[in-house]
């Protein structure tokens, strides 16, 4: 532990008057040659006593005194309901296990002694309500919606091996009344909730395939890179290739190609493609019928190995060299120092501890006058419900629906790659943060946990809330009689999910004038491609290797209910106008001004944002005045570059994902439309379980609940800087909500992190801070020690997952297991 003296606030707060010495030099040095009508940099005027009032008004609203110390904020809270979105308890998924194995029909195995032709028990998590039920609970008209458990049966004991959907309940299970039924309503097509699985002989794919053909070509492979992939202790290439599975014309076809290993612990088998790709025919179950159906390689397809070998070894045959591990593709610290960097760096503190308080068991959170709820799904990991201003509702639910990553090459298995991660799940890829890392070491972290074959895995530490100062105030002005400057405080609720090869990090943050924002940021190892012939699709970026170009699309879920459930989407544009007016003197003016219109229905509710960003979406509720007569709402606009993708009707996805066809789309919300992708739409591209694009029927969107499915993303062609690792200060993808006439001014007056500084003859007259310092001045407090351990001292603290078994249940034997994929 290291104690370090803080200066005092009132330190600070005396020494401004020594500081505005230099101000003021400053302040008298510039002699702009213009001045701008309304500036009160020259004009020597007097406070307005509209401005004084309001700083009398503050100062009368002062916090009551509090020590300024750390450790004397209440940070816990009691949520005002139970949190209708979390996740099952530890006793209630053993009760729904335990009642699954029993239900006889369902004819379900443990999966430690499932082979591929048993059912097992995929997932069991919560049901999430509908809405009207779970409003009628929070808004307190109504009892706590029943709780059911959402299960997905992974049914391998069948030639038409599939998953279910089904719903099991209601919960506590209760041996007379627990029964279990398809989940239908969410998918949009008659399906009986079952989605085909074209993983199912995932256990018997190497061994009786994949390794089989990288043991016929051995010759070959040892001749190319002196290494081989054949299932054998002392293999050095693995063997893996597209998602999804080729699904046309009845068949299901699969593309393979050779990787290098990584000879140490980095995770860099992504950048050492060799080159070489196969395709075969896994239609059915039956791996005798499977079938090889060529090879490629430098751009020439051979229909047969015997082709392909001959060929190989005949003269003139061009052979590439391979990409090897090494150095540039490790993250460990290389090269030279940098100047001055082994010196503690630049670190926030909060030294009165956390101002916000959270209810640990419901997952809740206030922070100033913002409270929301967070869930947590195997899917799509963590979402925020109910997220309110005053006590006032913005938004009843904000989350990730899916995450695409489309890939293009002149390869097919670049050609064939279009992720859909949620098929993996977010959920259980949210990994541990690491402290002062992923997030600053005083956050307040919770932990997640999702069902994996009879047992739940923890993620301790895994979400993390804190409050923020950024770099950059939120409001500042300057005249030659003061300076008033406000900081930016905000609040954030992040997690981080590494899907195979990557790092998606979500972040929600909340703002002191009402805004709030969504942000994708993105590292790990790229998935890269061979260089030969890749030119168009992508930069040679090292010796054999192509930085891979792919566009990453992440669909998120925005109901907005402002001020209540009749909502309406307003378009306002900036647009040209050639005008006369009665005072121009019978000239037409060449100038600008607004145009309005509403979206009418589903019709029109698939669009991008408008050309030179004229254009503003506009969520409003039309029976909503303000009192100066304008609709109150919130305003959507992008925030740090956001896409949708460019590939049109994608051959690797049919309709697997229409929603990543356009920036924004809006639907009228429905129980049935509850979400825009199923985890398993890569199973079945041509007729997924949920078609986004059957949501738009051309239903009504004026004065209705709406929901605005909104994409971030970004076109990432990886350059040289993407090696080891892509980094997240490029990888960034942003939205932001922010009030439009919502609220009666700005909102961020309300803070007292600010302060007005009068200042007259060099010298500062007033300094006011708007009793945030009160308790300093009472001399209670003047300087604090502050309880400083530098992050990096704590990370023996680092546990990766706890599990504990739930059938038969064992809750006093958690023990430790990470995976990833
Ligand atoms: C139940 O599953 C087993 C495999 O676990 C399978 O052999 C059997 O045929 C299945 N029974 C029925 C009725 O489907
Ligand atoms: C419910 O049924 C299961 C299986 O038949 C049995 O093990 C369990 O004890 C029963 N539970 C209750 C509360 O009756
Ligand atoms: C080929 O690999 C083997 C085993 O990994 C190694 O002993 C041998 O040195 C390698 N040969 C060459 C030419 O690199
Ligand atoms: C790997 O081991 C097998 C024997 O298990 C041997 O036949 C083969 O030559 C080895 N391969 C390499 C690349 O060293
Ligand atoms: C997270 O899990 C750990 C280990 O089980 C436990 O000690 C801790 O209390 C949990 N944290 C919360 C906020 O529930
Ligand atoms: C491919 O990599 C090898 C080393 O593995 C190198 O010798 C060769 O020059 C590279 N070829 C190209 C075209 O970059
Ligand atoms: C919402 O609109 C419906 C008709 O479209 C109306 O019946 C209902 O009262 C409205 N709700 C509110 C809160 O205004
Ligand atoms: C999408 O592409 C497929 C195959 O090329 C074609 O059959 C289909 O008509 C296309 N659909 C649209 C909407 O363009
Ligand atoms: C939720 O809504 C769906 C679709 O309308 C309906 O089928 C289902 O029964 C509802 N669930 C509950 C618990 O009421
Ligand atoms: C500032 O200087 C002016 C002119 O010298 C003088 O009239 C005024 O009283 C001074 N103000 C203060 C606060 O000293
Ligand atoms: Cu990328």
Redesign the pocket.
Known sequence: MGFFDVISPRAIATSALVLTTFAQDALAAPKAPWIRPGGGYYGKKKMSNHIKRAIEGNNQKRAPETPFCAESLTTTVKAPKDNVWGTLVDVEIASVVEWLFAQEDLNLTITDDATGWDNTIQLVEAMWPNKTDALAYIDGTGPAPTKYAHVVLNNRATEDAHYADILVGPLPIDNATAKWEPLTYLHNKPSGGKVRNLDADNDIVYSEWLFKIGASVADIT?DLW???AMG?????LSIWGIDPLWQDDGRIIRWDTFWNTPTEVFDDSTLLPLGLYFSSDVTGRDPSKWKLEGWLYNGIFYETTEAFRAAYWSEGFVKHGANVDGDWARTDHQGEPLPMDSAAAPELIAPAGNRFAVDHKQNYVEWQDYSFYIGFTRDAGMALYDIRYKGERLIYELGLQEALAHYAGNDPMNSGTAYLDTFYGFGPYTFELVKGYDCPAHAVYLNTSFYVAETTHTHIDSVCLFEYVSDFPIQRHTTSDYVSVTKNTYFVARSISTIGNYDYMFSYSFFNDGSISVEVRASGYIQSAFFAGNGDYGFKIHDNLSGSMHDHVLNFKVDFDILGTNNSVQLMSTVPVSKSYPWSKGKVRNTMALSRSFIENEDEGRFNWGHNSATQVLVVNEDELNKHGELRGYRILPYTGAGHLVVENSTNLANAANWASHDIQITKRKDTEYKGAHAYNSQDVHDPPIDFAKFFDGENLRKEDLVLWLNLGMHHIPHTGDLPNTVMTTAHSGIQFMPSNYFDGDLSRRTVNQVRINYENGTATEIETFGQFKAAEDGSCGTCKLDYTPADRKHGDYHGDIVVRKFPFDPNNPYFESESI
């Open positions: 040892l002196n290494a081989t054998l202790e002392n293999d050095t």
